[in-house]
């Protein structure tokens, strides 16, 4: 899929970042797969997104009581 064919299917938005940043992250690039700094940073961005919606994932009640019935048996409460 070409570029103009993603911008048809997705749009986009500008972000700034300051220069050094972007040529520190120009030179990280060199030899990987990434074709550009946007493309680095949209996955970064993406990465850490998504680590943030696993830790937002919370027990079910279920779960939470065979928790603590294992915890109880270990002896760490009452």
């Known amino acids: 899929m070409g570029r103009k064919e993603r911008k048809e299917k997705e749009k986009f938005a500008e972000v700034l970042i300051p220069t050094s940043l972007f040529n520190k992250i120009k030179e990280r690039i060199k030899g990987t797969g990434f074709s550009s700094v946007s493309s680095y940073v949209t996955y970064v961005l993406k990465e850490v997104l998504s680590e943030e919606e696993e830790e937002k994932e919370v027990?079910?009640?279920e779960?939470?009581?065979k928790?603590?019935?294992r915890?109880?048996?270990l002896g760490y409460i009452d």
Do not use: H, Q
Request: aromatic share 8%; hydrophobic share 40%; no cysteine.
């Open 59 to 61: 027990f079910t009640k």
């Open 67 to 69: 928790i603590k019935a």
């Open 71 to 73: 915890l109880r048996a």
């Open 63 to 65: 779960d939470e009581e």
